[in-house]
């Protein structure tokens, strides 16, 4: 069952300014925002955790910038037609239950949209391939439709979250192609986006998704040479991410090789 999404009261402190009209600034190069759970929760021993209320001063600065955050299946079409600038994608790993109670609420304040990256194989269950820390409810068959139904892009994480590099050959197979497939089967929709799990891979792997037919995937550091859309980098955003902060780290987007290559 999909539980209440009642909008939580807006956090208390101020919301960053908007940025002042009369300084010229150039639209900066797009990148995509890797974000996982969010809760109040206070254990997250692997800094993947933000709070609703740091979540929504996060996007009310995008918004003063003048940016807005897109799914990547958006934020790619977008970049065919050299229309790129001023959006960020906006991706959510491991699909929590979180994300339909808690996140899409705000993401729906601020007019975002958002990829969610799902494990098929552990539907209603919960992450239990991290060994320490809480454990935390994941999505089931009817929030990731409630999810696809309110805009969201429903994406492959694979079946069960396993390092992929490390995966013989018919488990490779199976976590990359099955889980496209039970996907597509319960959004009714084609699935065209996937997620490396901890962000490993290599050729083989990289092989293996373009062989199952995804359009694009997303890596955390830039991928091998010459994978292009199918080891998008993205940056990791987490709790201590306060406005300089992200300031800095969109300014070194580029620099760091984070940001999207232009088509």
Not at 62 to 73: E, M, N, Q, Y
Not at 232 to 238: A, C, M, S, T, V
Request: one cysteine or more; aromatic letters at 6%.
């Amino acid at each position: 069952m999909v539980a209440d999404i009642t909008a939580a009261p807006p956090a208390a402190e101020p919301l960053p300014a908007p940025v002042p009209q009369g300084r010229p600034k150039r639209p900066p190069a797009a990148w995509v925002a890797m974000y996982h759970s969010v809760s109040n929760c206070p254990d997250d021993p692997y800094d993947i955790t933000v709070t609703p209320g740091r979540l929504e001063r996060q996007f009310a600065w995008l918004a003063a910038r003048g940016l807005r955050g897109v799914s990547v299946r958006e934020l790619l079409a977008a970049r065919a037609h050299g229309q790129e600038r001023g959006l960020v994608g906006l991706t959510f790993d491991d699909g929590y239950t979180d994300f339909v109670t808690t996140a899409l609420p705000v993401l729906h304040r601020w007019g975002f949209t958002a990829t969610v990256f799902v494990l098929a194989g552990l539907l209603d269950g919960e992450n239990a391939w991290e060994l320490i820390g809480p454990r935390k409810a994941l999505l089931d068959a009817d929030g990731i439709r409630f999810a696809a139904g309110a805009g969201m892009e429903i994406a492959s994480h694979g079946l069960h979250h396993i390092d992929l590099t490390a995966a013989h050959d018919e488990e490779l197979d199976a976590e990359v192609t099955e889980s496209r497939h039970q996907l597509a089967r319960i959004t009714g929709d084609d699935v065209e986006g996937f997620c490396y799990p901890y962000g490993h891979l290599d050729e083989r792997t990289v092989d293996a998704v373009r062989r199952a037919g995804y359009r694009y995937a997303c890596a955390i550091k830039p991928g091998p040479a010459g994978s292009g859309d199918l080891a998008l980098p993205r940056i990791h955003i987490g709790e201590a991410d306060t406005s300089m902060r992200l300031e800095l780290k969109r300014r070194l987007a580029r620099v760091c090789g984070r940001a999207l290559e232009a088509v």
